[in-house]
């Protein structure tokens, strides 16, 4: 680069240079203003559910007829990973997982693939069967959620208060979706007496057909009277409970009326829909999602006005709790950031002042920021938002940006101290470290590749730290090139005198006498690093490994299930038992429970549940982080000394793509019993573990069913069918929907079903009278026998082979890749003993790791080829490649103690850190490569041009080393980044030393078979 030089540019054109100066810091003041806040940056959720509905089929015929179609049409679908489901009697629901490495602009139109493959096969589905539903949705964050309680206010009035608010809401800049939760939908229920009905000879039927008759909405006409056009209107529909007690039953020209035969009251349904509370309490809640990278900060200010506006109008008796405040984590956890990134740039000030002097500092101090301007428009551009990843990038890369510009500041330094005038020390550093700098900067731009080319959801999670990194690190080369001289020449004085301090003199004394050491006895110092190598990659096999660590947030979720026949009113009792024990701790600020459901998605990364009746999910908002621990021991106490037989789940957040339990193996096999019975078998081997609490299975219980077998020639002879029968049962078990009130915005079922002491006894079938088509009634035991059997109310598939995952919670603070580990020689036993076709397969944090590491692993080769390239582009040699390379691997050393030492585990994050200090290393190595190679033409031998060259290089490298590792200390004792940058000031550390030594020492090899002396 030394046919144009961009700092003599600069120096030329000043006033240009400075304007440009002022228009980046004020571009990037007004981008930063703009930058969305968000609390983890989005990621796309790769599942689709689809639900189809054959009512009164058995589990069997659901599977065969239904669940096998639509699983056998998806699996067809390129872009499918896997497919799983549960059926249940009555409905199949498939759960459709796009491959991990599907890019997200491509998940909408697999989707829809997804779509049209299925309403495609739609004509073989059995008759009955009713239209599939589609939910593809998952993605959505409803991170603002308001709870309304009443006290001396009717459930109805206050969802009519709700349903004001959702109505109002979407006009508040940035709302997104809105959904009401808990809301509890009205019915009209007339509960039929059977005896009565049989007595008066009606059936069913009739009185179905007299309502619905008399309900139905239908054209009455438009007459068109002259210049007009008059419609008609005819009356008779329903308007509310009232309007049914006034109707009249005609039999054999009689008149009866339905309050003589059914009793008519308006409840809620029965049992009801998944119920959502607060602090004990019934509630009513209102989900508020806001638009896709939008500034959360701004759009929780603007919600917050409106909803003051708005509960001004509420009456007294409605209480509102805020349960979710995503705009207060947000601000928390940006300002927690922004406090971090500010000790951060204060600390790289302080290394450089102190390291530099005042003058030379100052000129560090001032690139620092105008490379952080610049970035924050680069994020604008690119929609990068202020998250944790992008925040803790910055932080990361605030050490490694300095480094040019502290190559350039100490290159004027030295030329001043050598005698040259201001002008020509200020372009020196252009045509002498310009292109080694840019190289250098490029290969460590690389070493991040992995990450920004990792198509998984982990890498879609991590993605802004490559752009924030890649943009720090470019950017501050041209700031380094092009703004770094003119603000030298601007400080740093006309002359400077050689440095001569005692102090500096001593320290390169010593390293001198280390160097030259290091030199003649290369081979001890190459075989010392290898040594030390090989017992890093010994000590990597004591470090634990994880996905991703739990949240720092203060939330704790706790996972309720029941056995698998309980019913939604049992779960809210059992749960009712769990919530007094939460009721004044005063860890505890305030808890959510979602009955029959799991929690709505008010966090990103939350694992989302799936609706069951004997399913529910409690969110506990404790008051700190050292509270949300003290409140996990007690309840995990509690569950396992009060609930003996409900299986509780006690867990803090977790951060990135969504495992579920972190120990899970699944079994598939055709044979469900056979499959049930290896199953136990896993949970045996599983709870010998001590680190695991005993293990739990998504499906494994038997349901009871009582068989109706009709004798279907008597059947036919009393005019009886078997469809008959069954409209019978159900309708008085569960209720038959007949027709609708139309009440507001509101549609109101009107059911009928048996009263309460006949629908909810089994002894009511046995005197069960069942009309007949001439109006006479006959018992139903009289053609039909009853038998009590047993068979599997849900059944969970894998790619379309029944699956059990056993599922194992630890507990205490060991990582599931360690309980793995431990498992792994009896899990292969066990696998080796299964009969064919029988499999067993590891899920859990493990399998979701494996996933999002295998497409890491598969982008390092580019990462290295293009490592290689930008080397050789500088060096010209591959002996000098190889040599600069050499040095990469030993960084493992200071990454494997620092994590030893401080205990932290091996997680994602760490290894992409592990990664791109490949880059960072063996820029440093370049650089000093670079000045070796300059030193022969100033009529140095080569011996003497690795130790001054070396030498020259000392401070410069000291100084970035200290500045990136001494960065990266406010974010150490953090949750998510600590194991990142602690393996990375381990590793900055480490490799400056070997860099410094065994690199020369390296290269002393290469030096004496060229002659030079020894």
Known sequence: MTSFNLSEWALRHRSFVWFLMVVSAIAGLLAYRSLGREEDPPFTIKTMVIQQKWPGAT??????????????????????????SYTTPGQATVLVNLKDTTKPKDVPWQFYQVRKHIQDIQYTMPSGAGAPSFNDEFGDVFGNIYAFTSDGVTQRQLRDYVERMRSEIPSVPGVGKITVIGAQDEVVYLDISTRKLAALGLNMQSLIATLQNQNAVQPSGVVQAGPEQVSLRVSGQFVSEQTLRGINLRIDNRFFPLCDVATISRGYRDPPDPLFRVDGKPAIGLGIAMVRSGNVLQFGEALKAKMREILATLPVGVEVHLVSDQPKVVEEAVGGFTEALVEAVAIVLVVSLISLGLRAGLVVSFSIPLVLALVFVVMQYFGVTLQRISLGALIIALGLLVDDAMITVEMMVHRLELGDDLRSAATFAYTSTAFPMLTGTLVTVAGF?????????AGEYTFTLFVVIAASLLISWLVAVLFAPLIGVKILPRT???????????????????????????????????GLLAAAIVGMGFVQQQFFPSSDRPELLVDVTLPQGSTILETKAQMDRFEKSLAGDPDIASWSSYVGQGAIRFYLPLDQQLAFNYFGQIVVVTKSLEA???????????????????NFFVHPLDLGPPVGRPVQYRISGPDIQQLRAKALEVARIMSENAHLDPPTFDWNEPGKVVRIDIAQDKARQLGINSADIAA????????????????????????????NDERSRIETLQGLQIPTGNGQVVPLLSFATLRYDLEQPIVWRRDRVPTITVRGTIRDATQP??????????????????????????GGAVEESAKGQAPLVAVVPLMLLTMAF????????????????????????????????????????????????????IRNSIILMAQIDEAPAEGHDPWTAVMLATQHRMRPVLLTAAAASLGMIPIAPQVFWGPMALSMIGGIIAATFLTLFFSVGALRDLVSRSGSPR
Request: aromatic share 6%.
């Open 59 to 84: 589990v069997g015929d659901m599977l065969n007829q239904v669940t096998e179609r639509i699983e056998k049409e998806v699996k067809q679908i390129d872009a499918v990973d896997y497919v799983k």
């Open 449 to 457: 590749i992995p990450i920004g080319f990792n198509g998984s959801s």
């Open 496 to 530: 400077m005198k050689r440095h001569g301090h005692a102090t500096q003199d001593r320290v390169s004394r010593y390293f001198a006498a280390m160097l030259q050491a290091a030199m003649r006895f290369r081979w001890v110092t190459i075989g010392g690093s290898i």
């Open 628 to 646: 949300r621990n003290r409140v996990e021991e007690r309840m995990r106490k509690t569950a396992a000394d009060q609930f003996v037989g409900i």
């Open 728 to 755: 019978i049962l159900n309708g008085m078990v569960g209720g038959t929907s007949i027709t609708q009130i139309r009440d507001s915005i509101y549609l109101v079922d009107i059911a009928g079903r048996a009263g």
């Open 817 to 842: 890749a360690t309980v793995v580990q431990q498992l792994a020689p009896a899990m292969d036993a066990f696998a080796k003993s299964l009969p064919v076709p029988m499999k067993i397969a590891t």
């Open 870 to 921: 930008f080397i050789m582009v500088q060096l010209q040699s591959i002996q000098k490649m190889f040599l600069v390379v050499s040095v990469a691997p030993l960084g493992l050393i200071g990454v494997v103690t620092a994590l030893l030492v401080s205990g932290k585990p091996m997680g994602f994050v760490a290894i992409l850190g592990t990664l791109a200090l490949i880059g960072i290393i």
